[in-house]
DNA sequence: TATAATACATCGTTATACAATGTATTATAT
DNA sequence: ATATAATACATTGTATAACGATGTATTATA
């Protein structure tokens, strides 16, 4: 019983999940700007947190195309890190042009956020 | 050379515009309910008053599926007004799902908001 | 010794904004 | 008078991007 307490609890109908994943398309690149903006991440390294740092939950099916996306753009630039041990690590890092597009959508989404209530 | 600067200073580069359209689709349901809860409108008049009121400019190939789906997932109802002349309008009211569903999101948006800096 | 976690990546499906197009009526400008 | 724009509805095809599924490889844990 307490199961399906706590499922219900956290459960959304079909159209707010369905909003969820559209709203995240445009919440996304910015956050994964912000994100990057305080310290480098690898891909797998950024899932954990956006989960953490902005409560977004994302796959990997999402994260490395538009992590390539963003590259292909210049808004980001990558290193690969080799391990002592294990897979090497592609480390990403905002460039200028990420910072510049960054400010903007940021001064967009505020502007457009006053408008909610 | 007026023009160029004018131009230039309303000019997004392909990122940004592709990233406003990917935000509005998140955004978009969220103030058509806005605008609804505010006064009910027919689909032509919601497309002015988006533009006036959130600075959003929506074509009628998303604003009336965007009703038609509202409608269906019942967050919507819908009434046929006769005019003395003209084309019938179809006003568009707010349910009491459409309204939990509202605040919902509202909410959601908010906390989601608070997270950028 | 199997399973989970870490770490990369791609592919097919689905949802949705948008341009283009269509129909019909009324107002306005030439 | 007549073309054009504005009003008002609607549909169709295309493009974008999240997501689930799947794949490869390494290391840690049960």
């Not at 953490?52 to 994302?58: D, K, L, P, Y």
């Not at 510049?100 to 909610?116: A, G, R, Y």
Request: hydrophobic share 40%.
């Amino acid at each position: 019983m307490y199961y399906i307490f706590n499922y219900l609890r956290f459960m959304k109908n079909e159209f707010l999940r369905n909003w969820d994943t559209q709203l995240k398309k445009g919440l996304l690149p910015l956050f994964v700007l912000q994100a990057l903006k305080k310290k480098e991440c690898y891909g797998y390294e950024l899932i954990q947190e956006l989960k953490s740092s902005f409560g977004m939950e994302v796959t990997e099916g999402t994260i490395y195309p538009l992590l390539i996306r963003l590259m292909k753009e210049g808004l980001l630039v990558h290193k690969w890190v080799e391990q002592s041990s294990g897979i090497p690590r592609k480390y990403y890092f905002i460039s200028e042009t990420g910072e510049i597009n960054f400010n903007e959508m940021k001064k967009n989404i505020e502007e457009t956020l006053l408008k909610v209530n």
